[in-house]
C-alpha cells in the first residue's frame, strides 16, 4: 500500500486492469504510439561510456492509497532492468552533486541572499530555524505555514521542465568553469554509486560535459515509454513516477522557478521581500514549510511559481499549528514546540510496522531498530514528556510483537549512556530509576 510499505492490500483483478487501462488508454498523462518495443530500443542513446543497458521498456503498475477518500491509486514506472535504468541513475547522481555545487559555491548565489536555495533533505533545517527563533526572542507574533505541491508529478509539461533543468546545468557548469583549475566533466564513480568533477574526460566510466548531461535528461525526458499489453505508450506530460533521477527533476524544476523570482525581487528593489523568504522558507520535494516570514510565502506564491502548472493548497491543520516531515510543530507562548508526528497514525486502518520477532529474522538487528527510534525520538520532540509518550508506545508495540522488555530495558540503558547529547537538552536524567520506571511500569500489553 501506499506509503504503508510492510502493508498489503488485496484488490480485484477485474478492477485493477481497468483502473490500469483508464490510465493509460483514457488519461492524458499517455499517449499511444505507432513504433514498435524494438524499433525504439534501437533508437535510444546509451550514456557516454555508460555500463551494460538492458534492452527492455518499462511497465506500469499502481499501490493502492487506503489512507484516501475514496481510495485513490499511485501509478509508478517500473524501471528497474530497463534501457534507461543506468542514465537514470547516473543523472541523478550528477544533479544531486550539482544542486550541493549550488548551496555552496559563492559564483552560484545570489550575492544579497545568505539562501538562494529552498530545498533541504530532512528535518534539520527546520529544526535549526525553530531553535534560532526560540533563543534569539524573535519579536512579534510568531507564523507558521505550510503548503502542499499537490501535482508536482503528474503536470509539469515536459517542454518547461527540461528548460528549467537545462537552465540549471548549464549554469553549475558556468560556475565550476570560473574556478582557477576548470572542472568541465562530471564522472560517475564504476558502481555508479557517487559522482565527482573532473578536468579531464574519464576513458572507463560514465563521463558527461554539460552538453552531454543535458542530452541524457532529454533521452529520459522524451523517451518516457511503457509497455502496456504489448502496446507502447509514451508519458507525453509530468515526471515518471519511480525512475531513480525523477526526484531530482522535480526539485530542480521547482528550484528554478524559486531561484528566478528571489532574482526577480531583487531586480526590483525588494530585496527585504527576498530575505523574508528565502531564508525562512523549506521545501522536501513537494511539502513546503515556511516559519517566521510574516506570511509573505502566502502571498507570493503564485507569482512564484506562475507558469510552473503547479497547484498548491495550505496544510495547516489551525493557525497556530501545523504537520511537516515527521513533525507537528505548533506555537505554545510565543515559543515553537515540536513533537513527532507519523501521518500513519492518521490513518483509518491499522498499520504494521516494526520486525516481529516470532519469525525467522535476526534478532541483534531487529533490537537496534529500537535504538535508532530513541535518536529518532530525541530529535523530533522539544519537550521531555513527548519523548517519553512515544518510547512508552514504541515499547509497547514491540512488547506485542515479541520483544522483551527486560532486553529493551537494557539497551535503552545503554542508549542513555551512549547518545548524552542527544538527550541532554531535556533536564531529566533518564538514566535514574525513576525515568526507567516512569517509561517501562505499567505497560499496556496485549
Same mark, same amino acid.
Given at each position: ?158 517542454s518547461i521542465l527540461l528548460d528549467k533543468i537545462t537552465w540549471f546545468v548549464n549554469k553549475v557548469f558556468d560556475c565550476m568553469a570560473k574556478f582557477s583549475n576548470p572542472k568541465l566533466y562530471v564522472t560517475l564513480t564504476s558502481n555508479l554509486k557517487s559522482a565527482y568533477y573532473s578536468k579531464n574526460r574519464s576513458n572507463n566510466n560514465v ?37 531513480? #533521477? *525523477?526526484?531530482?527533476?522535480? /526539485? ?9 523570482? $528571489?532574482?526577480?525581487? &531583487? =531586480? ?39 507558469? #510552473? *502548472?503547479?497547484?498548491?493548497? /495550505? ?9 511537516? $516531515?515527521?513533525?507537528? &510543530? =505548533? ?20 498499520v504494521v510496522n516494526y520486525p516481529n520477532i516470532a519469525g525467522n529474522i535476526p534478532t541483534s538487528q531487529s533490537y537496534g531498530v529500537f535504538t535508532s527510534q530513541l535518536v529518532r525520538f530525541c530529535s523530533v520532540n522539544s519537550c521531555f514528556k513527548n519523548f517519553v509518550k512515544d518510547v512508552r508506545h514504541l515499547i509497547t508495540t514491540l ?48
Amino acid at each position: 500500500m501506499d506509503k504503508a510499505a510492510n502493508n498489503v492490500a488485496i484488490v480485484c483483478k477485474s478492477f485493477y486492469i481497468s483502473v490500469m487501462t483508464k490510465e493509460v488508454e483514457s488519461s492524458s498523462t499517455f499517449v499511444q504510439c505507432t513504433e514498435t518495443a524494438n524499433d525504439i530500443l534501437s533508437g535510444i542513446i546509451k550514456p557516454v561510456k555508460g555500463p551494460k543497458r538492458n534492452d527492455k521498456l518499462p511497465s506500469l503498475y499502481c499501490t493502492v492509497k487506503m489512507h484516501k477518500t475514496p481510495v485513490s491509486f499511485r501509478f509508478i514506472t517500473a524501471g528497474c532492468n530497463t534501457v534507461l535504468q543506468e542514465t537514470s541513475i547516473a543523472v541523478g547522481k550528477c544533479l544531486k552533486l550539482m544542486l550541493n555545487t549550488a548551496r555552496l559555491s559563492p559564483t552560484y548565489r545570489i550575492k544579497e541572499l545568505d539562501n538562494d536555495i529552498f530545498i533541504i533533505d530532512n528535518r534539520d533545517k527546520v529544526i535549526q530555524c525553530i531553535n534560532k527563533s526560540n533563543i534569539s526572542g524573535h519579536k512579534g507574533r510568531k507564523y507558521l505555514s505550510t503548503w502542499d505541491f499537490t501535482t508536482l508529478y503528474t503536470k509539469i509539461p515536459h517542454s518547461i521542465l527540461l528548460d528549467k533543468i537545462t537552465w540549471f546545468v548549464n549554469k553549475v557548469f558556468d560556475c565550476m568553469a570560473k574556478f582557477s583549475n576548470p572542472k568541465l566533466y562530471v564522472t560517475l564513480t564504476s558502481n555508479l554509486k557517487s559522482a565527482y568533477y573532473s578536468k579531464n574526460r574519464s576513458n572507463n566510466n560514465v563521463c558527461y560535459n554539460a552538453s552531454e548531461l543535458i542530452a541524457a535528461i532529454k533521452n529520459i525526458i522524451g523517451q518516457a515509454y511503457i509497455v502496456y499489453h504489448g502496446v507502447v505508450f509514451r508519458q507525453c506530460i509530468g515526471i515518471p513516477m519511480g525512475i531513480n #533521477s *525523477a526526484p531530482y527533476f522535480a /526539485n530542480i524544476y521547482l528550484h528554478a522557478f524559486e531561484y528566478s523570482y $528571489l532574482q526577480k525581487l &531583487i =531586480s526590483e528593489g525588494k530585496e527585504d521581500i527576498a530575505k523574508l523568504l528565502s531564508d525562512n522558507t523549506h521545501r522536501y520535494q513537494d511539502d513546503c514549510i515556511s516559519i517566521n516570514d510574516n506570511g509573505i510565502f502566502g502571498i507570493h506564491y503564485a507569482d512564484m511559481y506562475d507558469g #510552473s *502548472a503547479m497547484e498548491l493548497k /495550505n496544510t495547516n491543520t489551525s493557525r497556530d499549528k501545523s504537520n511537516f $516531515l515527521d513533525l507537528t &510543530i =505548533s506555537i505554545y507562548r510565543g515559543k515553537f514546540i515540536f513533537q513527532s508526528y507519523d501521518k500513519r497514525n492518521d490513518f483509518n486502518f491499522k498499520v504494521v510496522n516494526y520486525p516481529n520477532i516470532a519469525g525467522n529474522i535476526p534478532t541483534s538487528q531487529s533490537y537496534g531498530v529500537f535504538t535508532s527510534q530513541l535518536v529518532r525520538f530525541c530529535s523530533v520532540n522539544s519537550c521531555f514528556k513527548n519523548f517519553v509518550k512515544d518510547v512508552r508506545h514504541l515499547i509497547t508495540t514491540l512488547a506485542n510483537q515479541h520483544f522483551k522488555t527486560d532486553l529493551l530495558k537494557s539497551r535503552f540503558s545503554r542508549f542513555a549512556c551512549n547518545h548524552m547529547f542527544a538527550w541532554a537538552r531535556y533536564n531529566n536524567d533518564i538514566q535514574s530509576s525513576q525515568c526507567l520506571n516512569t517509561i517501562f511500569d505499567r505497560l499496556k500489553l496485549n
